[in-house]
């Protein structure tokens, strides 16, 4: 698994993670212009040989209220 770590200065705010496009509009991390706020994201699976067997492991569902 690759870790990508970022440390928030304003714990309040949302802040996206620059470089990272997410267009996954289903998760609760995903950010207008298709952008990130996750802290850190984890993607899997090692020995991956195409962009088909990766998978975004940090994914939560919006909530259902």
């Not at 991390?29 to 088909?52: D, F, M, R, W």
């Amino acid at each position: 698994s690759i870790f990508f770590e970022r440390s928030f200065s304003m714990p309040n705010k949302k802040e996206v993670i620059q470089g990272v496009k997410c267009v996954v509009d289903t998760c609760k991390y995903h950010h207008p212009g298709n952008l990130c706020s996750a802290g850190t994201i984890e993607i899997k699976h090692q020995g991956a040989n195409s962009v088909e067997e990766t998978d975004c492991n940090t994914f939560e569902p919006l909530s259902m209220k």
